[in-house]
């Protein structure tokens, strides 16, 4: 069990001092938890400190009650931790990369070997293994990293959007790994790619201008935009009438015409009818003033 | 109108661009395909930062190594991880690279006024870029692509490490200016594209493997998306018996949105095709 007690971190930014994080508290048990927030709304702030990357102007990170900068807790053996844009890689195989992290983390040759083995598979890597990490190209590196927080069974991995890189198949592939790994362990997952966290988070934190502010299991967030969303079919001529006065979260084109998903508190026009809320929609509605 | 004929590049014996040839008009175009495809590859050389092995790109039926600096004038280019100079301000850095594209200054003044607002970084304009977030940065690299208003605009990953509210206004900002213009994109996500987009090519192994409209490419795969709910213990068998490209919790179970032939189960529905499914059917064998 990870909690963390009123941590704070401000930066000088734009000549100013701002806060990145206001005091945040949130206990994480075994499971999937997805941070969303737009940009600098202090996801990798808290991330860092979560991973005891930076440290925080104040409050505590503990593990089981042990406080994370104590030696005694062992916290850097018992976490993965993928930085964004995460890279510095030794210019080694794939293999020894991962094993390497794994060793690093306490485990054994043998265990470090059939760890990485395994996951090499998962992430189809397994036929390259023995190619130098410097040779592969930016979306195949994504998949490594990924792995290697992995590596050595860590309570804790904490991930810092993981899928950026990656095309929709490998996103699909790495949504299942996660998913996966996150039965027995705590994983932390920032995005933007809504979607990652939507089917297999525990829970979902929404934060904005450094503050937490919602959370809840994805089926709960969604609920609270019931009612809210809209679909309707329009001729290609009318869609900028709706591009001006409505927020439009999203629109395709089909046999009919283009369908246009809509968010509005009353119903956008006679013929528009309410569908099921995503979590996308969720998230476009909370995190304010829109387009 | 911009023609490729014959493209191809190999690195070492890695064939990256194999014969590519396609006609480009007004209006946007999607490059899709996983990563090591071609599509960096591609634009690199219509950008003529990379000189391809063999084949033609023309302008208007010109070849643009006989037009020299006047194609480049025409151009447009947003580089996947374009370098800024941190110390510059927003401000200096465009007016800079109004100088670099030759650009008269009051004209370019005026529009780094107007795409300064369009990419909403007026106000912080005179900031230096070091102290940007990786949105404005890429926010700013878009207007520097705009300058001198191009005929040929190329944007690789335009909207990689923006949020989903400043991804829907780049793409409405993006669709706005395309209009008498041909706009390049390449992209990993589809959903960025599926309406803008005239046409959409996918690239496998450096080979067109399939291009059309959004729709007539979605139309290929009617009546083979499903969705279904299933209980939230079933996910994982599903998972395994079939490609599973979404998964959401719904009231009644979990939601699970399917590729198959057939049927996947009892109470199956179909669903009309999105553009990121038919990429998922093309380029999904991993799932």
């Known amino acids: ?190 995005t933007h790619i809504v979607s990652d966290v939507e089917s297999a988070a525990r829970e979902v934190l929404l934060l904005r201008r450094g503050r937490l502010v919602d959370s809840g299991t994805p089926f709960e967030l969604t609920e609270k935009v019931r009612g809210r969303v809209w679909g309707i079919t329009v001729y290609p001529e009318e869609v900028p009438t709706f591009t001006a006065r409505f927020r439009i979260a999203a629109m395709a084109n089909t046999k009919e015409g283009v369908t246009l998903r809509i968010l509005s508190n009353r119903r956008p026009a006679p013929e528009a009818v309410a569908v099921d809320p995503n979590l996308e929609d969720y998230y476009l509605c909370f995190t304010g003033e829109l387009l | 109108m911009l023609t490729i004929r014959d493209l191809s590049k190999s690195y070492g014996s890695n064939l990256a661009l194999n014969q590519f040839t396609y006609s480009f008009d007004h209006g946007i175009y999607a490059l899709l395909g996983p990563n090591g495809s071609g599509k960096s590859t591609l634009m690199n050389i219509v950008t003529q930062n990379l000189k391809s092995d063999n084949g033609d790109i023309l302008l208007d039926g010109t070849p643009i190594g006989k037009l020299g600096a006047s194609y480049r004038e025409k151009l447009g280019f947003m580089p996947q991880y374009p370098g800024m100079y941190p110390s510059f301000s927003a401000l200096d850095f465009l007016r800079y690279m109004a100088v670099l594209k030759g650009l008269n200054k009051k004209k370019a003044d005026e529009q780094i006024d107007e795409l300064l607002h369009a990419v909403e970084l007026h106000d912080v304009r005179t900031h230096r870029i070091g102290s940007f977030s990786g949105g404005m940065k890429q926010r700013l690299a878009l207007a520097q692509s705009l300058l001198g208003d191009p005929e040929i605009v190329i944007l690789d990953e335009p909207t990689a490490g923006l949020d989903p509210k400043q991804r829907i206004a780049i793409r409405n900002y993006i669709a706005s200016v395309a209009l008498n213009k041909t706009v390049i994109i390449a992209t990993h996500v589809v959903s960025d594209v599926e309406f803008i987009a005239r046409e959409a090519i996918m690239l496998k192994k450096g080979v067109i493997s399939d291009s059309g409209s959004p729709y007539e490419l979605t139309q290929k795969i009617e009546g083979q998306v499903w969705q279904t709910v299933v209980a939230a213990e079933e996910v994982q068998a599903m998972q395994e018996k079939f490609r599973v490209v979404n998964i959401q919790n719904g009231e009644q179970g979990v939601i699970l949105r399917i590729l198959s032939d057939v049927k996947p189960t009892e109470d199956s529905v179909t669903v009309v095709p999105s553009l990121e499914d038919y990429y998922l059917h093309v380029f999904g064998d991993i799932l």
């Open chain 1, 1 to 190: 069990m990870l909690t963390v007690k009123k941590i704070t971190k401000s930066y000088r930014r734009f000549r100013r001092i701002t806060p990145a994080l206001e005091p945040f508290s949130y206990a994480f048990d075994h499971g999937l938890y997805g941070i969303l927030g737009p940009n600098g709304a202090g996801k990798s702030t808290l991330l860092s400190i979560l991973a005891r990357n930076l440290r925080p102007d104040g409050g505590q990170v503990l593990l089981d009650g042990e406080d994370v900068r104590s030696r005694k807790t062992g916290y850097p053996a018992r976490l993965g931790y993928l930085p964004q844009n995460g890279g510095g890689y030794p210019d080694v195989s794939a293999e020894d990369f991962l094993r390497y992290v794994a060793v690093s983390k306490g485990a054994s040759r043998t265990e470090a070997e059939a760890q990485s083995h395994a996951i090499l598979r998962d992430i189809d890597l397994y036929d390259c293994r023995h190619d130098r990490v410097a040779s592969f190209s930016g979306g195949t590196v994504s998949r490594l990293l990924l792995a290697q927080a992995f590596m050595g069974n860590p309570e804790v991995v904490i991930l810092d959007e993981p899928t950026a890189s990656m095309d929709p198949a490998w996103r699909a592939c790495a949504r299942k790994l996660m998913a996966r790994e996150a039965q027995n362990r705590t994983v932390l997952l920032a």
